[in-house]
């Protein structure tokens, strides 16, 4: 099903012929990259306004998300397992586990370093902006905070990676488990539509219907338009082998992703009468 050149919620209306969307169109508001100036000027006020036009203020201060954004860094730069998985919000901790952060882990480049570049606030989180440097290079990371400090979402700038591998790379961390990891390779609006536990409970209805995952065979990229691409993972279960569809932005955010309804299985041979 090709992804129509038109404006805005093209892709998500291919998206949604293609059968099971999770949601979001690309033209949603994504986290803006800050200006690579010197990180206090790039700080975000932390007072919002209501409908009603009175101010609230968000749970976190810039200060205190500061502070929290520096401890998960300082965590992760440790590559302590448990010491990471101690700054997850409840949330992530009910769909993870220490083990398989360290899973996890063996597979991340060292952190060097960090610069905290920018501090959004809103009513219910708020989002740190760092730049990480890493063993493998720059990387920009946005974090996601709760009111308690707490690490609930996180998501890395992959908009010069392959399109190709994102989305393997996407469904790889599904069929490992890493849900938590899975979850931040989707938009950060679409993050709040969609937690780490009900990217668990469609996998697993996926494969009640396939068999057990068995590898990811090839991807392609199958169509484009200005606003969106759609990836095409070829995957292997124990029962069939099948095709997921992978929608992304043009800043290789996943935006709508599609499990097979009815899986094609495979027919048994029958031979026929001459």
């Given amino acids: ?72 860094l300082e965590a992760v730069q440790t590559r302590d397992p448990n010491r990471r998985f101690a700054q997850f919000s409840p949330e992530l901790k009910a769909i993870s586990s220490p083990e398989l952060v360290a899973q996890r882990i063996a597979t991340e480049p060292r952190l060097l370093g960090w610069t905290l570049l920018s501090v959004r606030s809103g009513l219910r989180s708020t989002k740190v902006e760092a730049s990480l440097q890493t063993a493998d290079g720059t990387r ?7 009111d308690r400090g707490e690490l609930e979402g996180y998501h890395f700038d992959l908009t010069d990676a392959d ?3 994102v989305a393997r790379d996407f469904v790889e961390a599904l069929s490992a488990g890493q849900f938590v990891t899975a979850r931040s390779f989707l938009t950060l609006p679409l993050q709040e539509e969609f937690s780490a536990q009900s990217l668990r409970s469609q996998w697993q209805q996926l494969q009640r219907r396939t068999g057990a995952f068995v590898a990811v065979r090839r991807v392609l990229e199958v169509d484009r338009s200005d606003e969106a691409f759609l990836a095409m993972v070829y995957t292997e279960f124990a029962d069939v082998t099948d095709s997921l569809f992978v929608i992304l932005n043009t800043n290789n955010e996943i935006v709508g992703v599609n499990f097979p309804l009815d899986p094609v299985r495979p027919r048994q041979f029958s031979r026929q009468p001459r």
């Fill in 1 to 72: 099903m090709p992804l129509a050149p038109t404006p805005r919620s093209a892709a998500v209306a291919a998206g949604l012929a293609l059968g099971l969307v999770l949601a979001g169109a690309p033209g949603v508001a994504l986290a803006q990259k800050a200006p690579a100036t010197a990180p206090d000027a790039a700080t975000a006020d932390a007072s919002t306004a209501d409908n009603g036009g009175a101010v609230t203020r968000a749970s976190l201060s810039v200060a205190e998300a500061r502070t929290a954004a520096n401890r998960i």
């Fill in 140 to 146: 920009d990371l946005f974090m996601v905070l709760n």
């Fill in 163 to 165: 399109t190709a591998k």
